[in-house]
């Protein structure tokens, strides 16, 4: 009995649930975007941005994901991983799982307001997007604890 | 390298020289005009907003006329035209524009007015599409529709609101009045209509109404007085002949589209007009003399000065300007890019000093090392090179893609401190050439590592060290806050509130660096820590005894002081929010390593080779657009949020100077 399940369980943790986190963010972003490019078609590049500002947990969870393969030996066909570890890996997927899934939707809802205000007027692009990357930071949090346990995990002996 | 001294400028000339004298004003752009509501005490404003009316009206013209033409016959735009700077013309041109503006004018409204006749057309063709579904069902009446009685006769035409066969109508109609004598004919029936004609002698005529109407009869909406199916095929003429009057006006309207750039080049002259009589609209007359007032930057003093009295009779005053004078800033090349992200935020207030060299190179620094690709930053310095060579936009845009170079340039640098080119591109194509293993390069806590490495130099490697690079991140971060609360320091200083610069904003300082020096202890040598932990305490003392001075009594002071130490919390905070850079730039890097996998897979054969360009192009330009974009985003939070937050109070006006405000045409400068 190895750890390989435990290991593939938690990449899938990672990458799926900060996925969703995304997928809701950027979607509901668009929404509103396109809303206002109905009415000024000018200001695609703001929307873009504003629209694209949800979706760097979907990122975080595909590396963390990513990078679990790669030291699980998974991808390279020949994995050696020990129940602890696996357990150690799906542990740290939790972190940008839930990380990204709660911080994705909550700043696809900052973003909707970003929007909102930027489609009012122009000049307000700037405060937007930063008062949008507010919230990033938790998603960065999470991601770090993940990372640095992801990479630390080969080592542990047991 | 900072803000520009501004003076205050009054201008006095002889009314015959006006329209000299704002001509060259206007073409040289040295003066923000200031306008007042009233006029002073014996002068007067001319009013010449019917003149100005005029202008407006043409720019509106014109806009309105181009749009017409761009729905018609789009212009052809490739997709980087938006890079493309305004047209320069030579200043002589400006009068042949003026001679032709006529011209263009009356080709504008011979524009606006085909597209008139073409809406209205279209609204004729869609009452005309309704008046024949309503015929449709009276094709089969061979008799005008508003036919009336003959002398023995009555005449029903008209429709029941129920679907009737001949049998249930005719039993329907007796059981309604059995003394009534009727023929009828049942022109067309569906689910809920039926159209007939009912003929019935002229002696029962209000009998057969009774009955009629009893069913619900109702005569139709428009009878006309033509047999419908002669009325229909009218319509359909008519249709058609007003949908080839539409393809003929647009024809029309397309033929004017060689006149597209003029249009534009009246359209700016017009705009320029405006705005001239704008200001005349605005500035004192008296009987002889007028009076302009304005802004003029200290440096441009002697030009304008010159300027003037070579334009007009006239005298120049300059004077000192006070607090609420607008900014012009004024940076070195390298720095001048990074002023648009300033602006974006808020120009810099009356205490502000100009941060702009500060945000530049943190701007750069913190770009590159989270989009940290030696490949892509090439990329970048190429592209945005390229750009502005193809079409020499104007000054904005020009500096937009110039801090993208400078940005490519950190990009390049960090990638090589990362061991990151287009990823870990070489090392793949390497292994999938020979087949043995290869690193992009040995990080420094693997120097030994035995795998042949493409690069000579130890690197960071984001995946392996990010311990350390995290460290270094938030280090960065510790120099990115100092500098900030340095700038504070600074303003406090000038200002000459002492207590704000060392108690406020220096213990701070020197709490940071205690801490810092505490934990570079850690690492390196005990007695930092000793250093380092004495520093502080030294600080939060010192914080203590001075952050509740504005309170009073001693308890309110000590509860104050010690209050503040708080504050820490909003410090840490700030300096855990440099991690980004390790995540962005370890972002870029796995990205781009996941492509190159992708792409390396197929193996060596043609269709895999193939295979591997296709995705390897595709992967990489996914990866720039979302990293870049990352990387810009998160640089400019960097600056608004960490950095500007410590000193940076904003809230200026921009110096706008009354000039040639243009849309498509940038007259050149006499050289």
Known sequence: MNGIFLAILGAAIATVLAGIGSAKGVGSAAQTSMGVLSEDSSMFGKMLVLTLLPGTQGLYGFIVGFLILVSSGVLSGAPTVTMAQGFAYAGASLAIGFGGLFSGIAQGKAAVSGIAMTAKDEKNFSKGMVSVTLVEIYALLAFIVSLLVVIQVPNFVA | ?671
Request: charged residues 25%; glycine residues 8%.
């Open chain 2, 1 to 671: 390298m900072a803000k520009l001294k501004m003076k205050t400028v009054r201008i006095i000339a002889l009314r015959q020289d006006r329209k000299r004298l704002l001509e060259h004003l206007q073409d040289n752009g040295l003066v923000q005009l200031t306008k007042s509501e009233k006029s002073r005490e014996g002068f007067r404003r001319v009013d010449v907003s019917s003149q100005m009316q005029v202008f407006e009206r043409n720019v509106e013209l014109t806009e309105q006329a181009l749009k017409i033409l761009d729905n018609i016959r789009p212009e052809k735009a490739g997709m980087l035209a938006s890079f493309k700077g305004r047209r320069e013309i030579d200043p002589d041109e400006i009068g042949v524009i003026a001679s032709n503006a006529k011209e263009v004018i009356e080709t504008c409204s011979r524009i606006v007015e085909l597209d008139k006749e073409c809406s209205d057309n279209n609204a004729e063709q869609v009452r005309i599409k309704t008046q024949l579904a309503q015929l449709e069902s009276w094709q089969k009446l061979d008799i005008p529709l508003n036919t009336t009685d003959t002398k023995s006769t009555a005449v029903f035409i008209g429709s029941l609101p129920e679907l009737y066969t001949e049998e249930r109508l005719k039993t329907a109609l007796a059981a309604e009045n059995p003394k009534l004598e009727f023929e009828f004919e049942i022109e067309f029936c569906e689910s809920n209509t039926t159209n007939l004609v009912v003929f019935a002698p002229i002696s029962q005529k209000e009998m057969a109404e009774e009955a009629l109407r009893a069913l619900g009869f109702a005569r139709p909406m428009s009878p006309t007085s033509k047999v419908p199916k002669v009325k229909a095929e009218k319509l359909r003429e008519k249709s058609k002949r007003l949908s080839e009057e539409n393809k003929k006006a647009q024809e029309e309207i397309a033929s004017f589209d060689k006149m597209r750039e003029q249009i534009k080049y009246t359209q700016d002259y017009f705009r320029f007009r405006s705005d001239k009589y704008n200001v005349i609209n605005n500035i004192d007359h008296s009987k002889h003399v007028f009076i302009i007032e304005g802004y003029v930057p200290e440096e441009d003093c002697e030009k304008l000065e010159a300027l003037c009295t070579r334009a007009a009779t006239c005298v120049v005053e300059f004077g000192d300007a006070g607090e609420d004078a607008p900014v012009k800033l004024k940076n070195n090349k390298l720095a001048e890019p990074a002023q648009g992200i300033l602006t974006m935020y808020s120009p810099p207030g009356k205490t502000d000093l100009d941060p702009t060299p500060i945000l530049a190179f943190f701007f750069y620094f913190f770009f590159g090392m989270m989009f940290s690709d030696a490949g892509y930053g090439l990329l970048l310095i190429l592209g945005t090179a390229l750009l502005i060579k193809i079409f020499k936009p104007d000054k904005k845009m020009r500096n937009n893609l110039k801090l993208f170079q400078y940005c490519g340039v950190s990009t390049m640098l960090w990638g090589l401190v990362f061991g990151s080119i287009f990823g870990d591109a070489p090392a793949a194509i390497a292994k999938l050439i020979t087949g043995n293993e290869y690193v992009m390069a040995h990080s420094i806590s693997n120097l030994g590592d035995p795998t042949p490495a493409i690069l000579p130099w130890p690197i960071i490697d984001p995946q392996k060290d990010a311990l350390v690079l995290m460290i270094i991140s938030i280090a960065f971060g510790l120099v990115h806050i100092l500098v900030g609360m340095g700038c504070k320091f600074v303003v406090c200083f000038r200002q000459k509130d002492y207590a704000g610069a060392f108690f406020d904003t220096g213990l701070w300082m020197l709490m940071l660096i205690g801490f810092a020096v505490l934990a570079a202890g850690m690492v390196f040598a005990p007695i930092l820590m000793t250093i380092g932990a004495v520093i502080a305490i030294a600080c939060a003392v010192g914080l203590i005894l001075t952050q509740g001075r504005g309170k009073k009594g001693i308890v309110g002071k000590a509860i104050g002081g010690v209050a503040s130490l708080y504050d820490i919390t909003s410090y840490i905070s700030d300096l855990l929010s440099y991690s980004r850079l390790l995540a962005l730039g370890l972002t870029t890097g796995v990205m781009a390593q996941v492509f190159n996998m992708l792409a390396t897979m197929m193996g060596t054969n043609v269709l895999g080779i193939v295979f591997m360009i296709v995705i390897f192009l595709l992967g990489h330009l996914i990866n720039i657009g979302l990293n870049a974009l990352g990387a810009y985003v998160h640089t400019m939070r960097l600056q608004y949020v960490e950095m500007f937050s410590k000193f940076y109070e904003g809230g200026g006006k921009e110096f706008e100077p009354f000039s040639l405000n243009s849309k498509y045409i940038k007259i050149q400068e006499d050289k």
